[in-house]
């Protein structure tokens, strides 16, 4: 038997070697990880790009000329808009400005973008496709040029001698007149749009086409009739002949073909054209600036050296609240942080990312998300030593449980996140794809630095030294339970030492919860509050209304010129006083020339000119040296229609989700209206303090979205993991109610750490940045509320009612049950009650005994209701 036990020993510490080295070589995978997250991110300002509202970028006007001299209308130029935008995003320039100024302009500004003919190329070509066959134009000389290939000019130069040399000189195309040829097939029988290499020995670049069903029958008839003689297609966009291939053979397949020694960018921009679908109306170039932040380089810096004084605050409380274990917390932090920055950068490289206000509240949302998921794991942690686990066994199953709690929430939060990337536009995917890509970071984070780091300290260190660690108390109130259950000669928990286990929980210490609270006992009020709150915030929101910022009801804009040294500043305080405190305000440069472009709500021309002139009074700017016009709203029809069916489409999503994962669709239903009762709440102070609802209060919003659901799934989680358990006997009430208690010390910690940041922005940041803040602020403040007072209340009543669970409430009463620290079974009210009055007397007999008696007489009371 010794050998025996010698060998089991042996085995133990072999297996228990394995899993300590497996762990160390994640840790190591984890510090390579961050060593090329850093060579991928630094320096930030130069590797992660930059939006509009950051950093500027250019500011191009294009006037619309309809080709048959008839007006142009409203629905030409919003559909122009939506087209424009479209290209602009399909090039990589996210987060850019696209908006219809005037009766016939539209005013585009890309971040970061300096070069006016590259824009211009990209976003303002009409994008008209059309193929012909050669046969089929009526003009001979302009037929005998194609065919002998003279429809290319520019390029090359061809010497006396017949040697051809490349110039600097850009290709230019023959414009052939429209009605002088029969079109074949044109852009609306395009299906996709690809680019690819001429051949494999090319270095030019072919944009290849796909035909719908129509388009194919045309093209196939065509090119075999063609094929036997030869015979050319002209490929004809925006009126210039770019190619005209001769027909080798019958194309059946609907393939197509368009070459004209395009470079990979020309070919990208082509595709970007054709994908899009072509302009209703023609547009030429009227002007074009550079054009600074809309944030302001003050506002900006100002938000972030607040939210990183707000951020070290957060440390700071994580390290006093879990001592050495909130090191780990904060290490997750930065572990996150790099990896994050190093993806963004990585993005940025490939011009797929431009980091905007939108994507900064992305970024605060799921660092919020990384000090939750630390929280509750070095929560769930301790709570296992409390139950009377060893350190060891505890980091292995509660850090376990804790990830995929944390990972369950995560993918309820990621479903919202991609639906809003690939269904919204504008701003609102920016947000979509932070979102995702910060989530995706947090289960990196999870599984490759903190389980590990976890297991590999707990076993050692932190068994070594439990007080600097924090686990002390943790094991202070194991063995005190197990010390009572020893002195009664009962296990722990036994109902015979109930009142002792009550009066034993409230001496222990440590900063958890000794004693159940009664959230769910009070629940009726606790709705009755939330059902008021949202009463008078649709009261609000109908009688005072919302005010919306330029971006979504449009306004006027104003070019001033030739400012001198006039700081945004100044500009933003001229503005505030002569009546416009929201005004949008960006530097610009043209031609050297410093100047402001400054746009408002105010969508009266001449009340804006009386604005504009009491500005420039201020400032000593001259009359002559401003503009006024009109603009449309940047996020217009299209751009809201789109997001409100990606947020409708997400709700639905995540009903599905959660009803899946945790077998049961009515979780999924409460987590939706709690979601709503938030954003309503939210909206309904905005109509209260008439803030202005900008896309930066979207973003806000959007990202109250995803602490609502986050928070609203930890609570589920906890509830259904309770329920699957067999030794508990209790109403669903009362284990719903004991589940909000498990998870409360993590909501309010999470809470502080997420509010902390976003409370410092809103008293000292810019003014730029309220908006988000206040969103932000107030969202917080009702996310973990709602989950306690809204979500658990509504799930718990509903659950009540099915069969299985109403039998419960008939064997162990409608009183919900207290949890006393260390035991399994709840107790009643009267007994919770009991122990509270004898911890309060003196000790003497005669208090004991009125104490005993005023806890029969409530048990008679409540046995009578």
């Given at each position: 038997m010794p050998e025996l036990g010698k060998q089991k020993s042996r085995g133990k510490k072999k297996l228990d070697g394995g899993t300590d080295r497996r762990n160390v070589w994640l840790l190591v995978a984890t510090a390579l990880l961050l060593v090329a997250s850093v060579a991928l991110f630094m320096p930030p300002q130069e590797k992660i790009n930059q939006g509009l509202d950051i950093q500027g970028g250019l500011s191009v006007v294009l006037s619309a000329e309809s080709t048959d001299g008839s007006a142009i209308t409203d629905e030409q130029m919003e559909s122009s808009r939506s087209i424009i935008e479209s290209r602009v995003d399909?090039?990589?320039?996210?987060?850019?400005?696209?908006?219809?100024?005037?009766?016939?302009?539209?005013?585009?500004?890309?971040?970061?973008?300096?070069?006016?003919?590259?824009?211009?190329?990209?976003?303002?070509?009409?994008?008209?496709?059309?193929?012909?066959?050669?046969?089929?134009?009526?003009?001979?000389?302009?037929?005998?040029?194609?065919?002998?290939?003279?429809?290319?000019?520019?390029?090359?130069v061809t010497d006396d001698f017949g040697n051809t040399f490349a110039t600097d000189s850009a290709v230019e195309y023959m414009e052939v007149e429209e009605g002088t040829y029969t079109p074949l097939i044109t852009g609306e029988n395009i299906e996709r749009v690809t680019v690819e290499k001429e051949s494999d020995t090319s270095a030019y670049y072919a944009v290849a086409l796909r035909l719908d069903a129509e388009g194919t029958k045309a093209f196939a008839d065509a090119t075999a009739e063609l094929a036997p003689i030869k015979g050319k297609i002209v490929i004809i966009l925006d009126g210039e002949v770019h190619s005209a291939?001769?027909?080798?053979?019958?194309?059946?397949?609907?393939?197509?073909?368009?070459?004209?020694?395009?470079d990979l960018e020309d070919a990208q921009a082509l595709q970007a054209v054709l994908e899009s679908g072509s302009l209703p109306v023609s547009f030429e170039y009227e002007q074009s600036q550079s054009v600074g932040p809309t944030l302001g380089q003050d506002a900006l810096r100002s938000g972030v050296v607040v939210a990183g004084i707000g951020l070290l605050l957060v440390l700071v409380y994580l390290l006093f609240f879990y001592n050495g274990l909130g090191l780990i917390a904060a290490a997750a932090m930065v572990v996150f942080a790099v990896i994050y920055l190093g993806i963004l950068a990585l993005l940025s490289h490939f011009d797929l990312f431009s980091l905007s206000l939108a994507g900064v509240a992305g970024i605060v949302l799921t660092i919020g998300m990384a000090a939750d998921s630390s929280i509750l794991t070095l929560e769930r942690f301790c709570e296992e030593i409390r139950m009377g686990r060893s350190v060891r066994a505890a980091s292995m199953t509660g850090v376990r449980h804790a990830i995929l709690t944390s990972i369950d929430a995560d993918l309820v939060s990621m479903v919202s996140a991609l639906t809003l990337f690939f269904l919204a536009s504008a701003s609102v995917k920016g947000f979509g794809l932070t979102l995702a890509l910060g989530i995706m970071c947090d289960i990196i984070m999870m599984l490759l630095f903190k389980a590990p780091l976890i297991r590999v300290l707990a076993p050692h260190v932190m068994r070594k030294h439990p007080k600097f660690w924090n686990i002390k108390a943790s094991q202070d109130a194991a063995a005190a339970v197990q010390e009572a259950a020893r002195e009664t000669g009962d296990t722990p928990g036994s109902c015979t030492t109930k009142s002792f286990t009550v009066e034993a929980a409230r001496k222990l210490k440590g900063r958890f919860i000794k004693l159940d609270i009664n959230f769910l006992g009070a629940r009726k009020v606790l709705l009755s509050v939330s059902a008021v709150l949202v009463a008078l915030s649709i009261a609000f929101m109908g009688v005072r209304g919302l005010n919306f910022g330029i971006e979504f009801v449009g306004g006027t804009s104003v070019t001033f010129t030739q400012t001198g040294d006039i700081t945004i500043d100044q500009m933003r305080d001229a503005m505030a006083q002569a009546g416009e405190p929201d005004a949008v305000i960006q530097t610009t440069q043209t031609n050297g020339e410093n100047g402001f472009l400054v746009r408002t709500s105010t969508t009266d021309a001449e009340e804006a000119t009386a604005h504009a002139t009491d500005a420039a009074e201020q400032l000593g700017i001259p009359t002559e040296n401003f503009q006024v016009s009109t603009i449309g709203p940047d996020w217009g029809a299209s751009v809201v229609r789109s997001s409100l069916i990606a947020f409708v489409v997400s709700l639905l999503l995540i009903i599905a989700y959660i009803g899946i994962r945790f077998r049961d669709y009515k979780m999924g239903i409460v987590a939706v209206v709690t979601l709503l009762h938030d954003l309503i709440i939210v909206i309904g102070v905005y109509a209260l303090v008439g803030r202005e609802v900008t896309p930066n209060t979207i973003a806000a919003l959007l990202t109250i979205l995803g602490y609502s659901l986050y928070d609203t799934v930890v609570v589920f989680h906890r509830i259904n993991d309770n329920m699957q358990s067999g030794d508990i006997k209790c109403t669903f009430m009362t284990m719903a109610n004991h589940s909000v208690n498990q998870v409360f010390v993590r909501s309010i910690n999470t809470s502080i750490t997420s509010l902390v940041p976003v409370v410092a922005m809103l008293l000292f940041g810019g003014e730029t940045l309220k908006?988000?803040?206040?969103?932000?602020?107030?969202?917080?403040?009702?996310?973990v509320y709602s989950s306690i007072a809204v979500a658990s209340p509504l799930y718990a009543m509903w659950k009540t009612r099915e069969p299985r669970y109403a039998k419960l409430v008939r064997r162990y009463g409608t009183n919900v049950g207290i949890f006393a620290f260390g035991n399994p079974q709840p107790i009643d009210q009267a007994s919770a009650e009991l122990a509270s009055d004898a911890d309060a007397t003196d000790g003497t007999e005669q208090s004991s005994k009125q104490s005993s008696?005023?806890?029969?007489?409530?048990?008679?009371?409540?046995?009578?209701?």
């Open positions: 399909a090039l990589g320039a996210s987060e850019a400005v696209v908006q219809v100024q005037g009766d016939n302009q539209i005013l585009v500004q890309i971040p970061g973008l300096s070069d006016t003919e590259a824009a211009l190329e990209a976003i303002g070509r009409t994008g008209k496709l059309e193929f012909a066959r050669l046969d089929s134009f009526t003009d001979e000389t302009v037929r005998s040029t194609i065919d002998r290939g003279g429809y290319v000019t520019g390029g090359t291939p001769a027909v080798q053979s019958e194309i059946p397949n609907g393939e197509v073909s368009i070459t004209g020694g395009y908006d988000f803040a206040l969103a932000m602020s107030v969202g917080l403040a009702v996310g008696s005023k806890a029969k007489k409530k048990s008679k009371r409540s046995a009578k209701r």
